[in-house]
């Protein structure tokens, strides 16, 4: 089974942007959507952003606008462009892919 790798969280201030990366270890077919949660302790796991092999992305009502999520299926990567983040966007992110979980990255927005 592939295994799903997530880099790029860290500490920002409110505004600032970051880049999620996450890359499979082998390929993984087209076939399965690629997505971005996000765990906040204390909470369920939601779905931030999603991308489908066809048809268009979909995202969390509080990030539209300010997160694009993008997939490169030649280097079987999926990237997570988060803009003007806020507090309120501080979790653990987790690259999902078909039924395979990556280990997650922390983002914590603070000032």
């Known amino acids: 089974q592939a295994r799903l790798m997530e880099t790029g969280g860290g500490l920002v201030q409110p505004g600032e942007s970051l880049t999620l990366s996450c890359a499979a270890s082998?390929?993984?077919?087209?076939?399965?959507?690629r997505a971005w949660y996000r765990q906040v302790p204390g909470e369920q796991r939601e779905l931030v952003a999603e991308i489908p092999n066809s048809g268009r992305a979909n995202y969390h009502d509080s990030v539209k606008g300010r997160f694009t999520i993008t997939m490169d299926n030649a280097k079987d990567t999926v990237t997570l462009q988060m803009n003007n983040l806020k507090p309120e966007d501080t979790g653990i992110y987790y690259c999902?892919?078909?039924?395979?979980w990556g280990q997650g990255t922390q983002v914590t927005v603070s000032s």
């Open positions: 082998r390929s993984i077919h087209e076939i399965y959507t």
């Open positions: 999902h892919i078909g039924q395979i």
